[in-house]
């Protein structure tokens, strides 16, 4: 003799299913953010630690081109370094306009996109 599942049973399995497949659409959601954030953000990281290298090469270059001008090789270092003691300066005090405020921003739209 064959049982047929009650109504209240259908509803039931039905939810659960509905629950589970939910679920994994959430996971999956939540995965599709995090790497369009981790992708974006490692592609920038990567091009930030170009510009860095090159600044870094074209600083030295600036630095022995102002000693040898200057007559003393470390003058032009001294020149460098204070030039960029107040670039420092600058962006302490405008930390959260120009850095935190666009990076906040940056990864907020992608967050919610």
């Known amino acids: 003799m064959e049982t047929h599942p009650k109504g209240i049973e259908v509803l039931i399995s039905k939810a659960e299913s509905y629950a ?33 290298l090159f600044l ?30 107040i670039v420092g300066i600058v962006l302490y005090f405008f930390l959260y306009k120009w850095i935190r405020k666009p990076v906040s921003n940056f990864i907020i739209t992608h967050v919610l996109q």
């Open 20 to 52: 589970e497949t939910r679920f994994e659409l959430s996971k999956l959601k939540s995965l599709e953010v995090t790497n369009a954030v981790a992708t974006s953000l490692l592609s920038r990281i990567i091009i930030a630690i170009i510009i860095t």
């Open 56 to 85: 870094l090469l074209v600083n030295v270059g600036i630095s022995l081109l102002l000693g040898d001008l200057l007559g003393r090789p470390f003058y032009g270092f001294f020149i460098v370094a204070a030039f960029y003691m």
